[in-house]
């Protein structure tokens, strides 16, 4: 069983930046990591996800240049680096962890998910 915990959320104003981290504590496995967010009103979408080795990584479209996903191994943790944000980044920030390889994009791939931390950017 592994346990995630999120930290890191806050209120920004447009234009800001937040780190998001996640920290992961038991289970013995090499996750891939991945983020994901939910706006208010609509479905859990991919926000990003990375390799265990960090050797490959994954964005979506709408975040691909803004955002940088990493993380430290010794700390188990990951990170979500998030600048130039924009009120349609508001939404609670979830991290999840799978056991495959696959830097997968559909919510049902991930075995493991944090509490969620809220980001709300005012314009």
């Known amino acids: 069983q592994v346990q995630l915990v999120e930290s890191g959320g806050g209120l920004v104003q447009a234009g800001g930046s937040l780190r998001l981290s996640c920290g992961a504590s038991r289970g013995t496995f090499s996750p891939t990591m991945g983020w994901f967010r939910q706006p208010p009103g609509k479905d859990r979408e991919f926000v990003a996800a990375?390799?265990?080795?960090?050797?490959?990584?994954r964005y979506a479209d709408s975040i691909k240049g803004r955002f940088t996903i990493s993380r430290d191994i010794a700390k188990r943790t990951y990170y979500l680096e998030m600048n130039s944000l924009k009120p349609e980044d508001t939404a609670v920030y979830y991290c999840?962890?799978?056991?495959?390889?696959?830097?997968?994009?559909?919510?049902?791939?991930?075995?493991?998910w944090g509490q969620g931390t809220q980001v709300t950017v005012s314009s």
């Open positions: 990375i390799s265990w080795t960090g050797d490959n990584t």
């Open positions: 999840a962890v799978r056991g495959g390889s696959e830097l997968a994009v559909i919510p049902g791939r991930y075995d493991y």
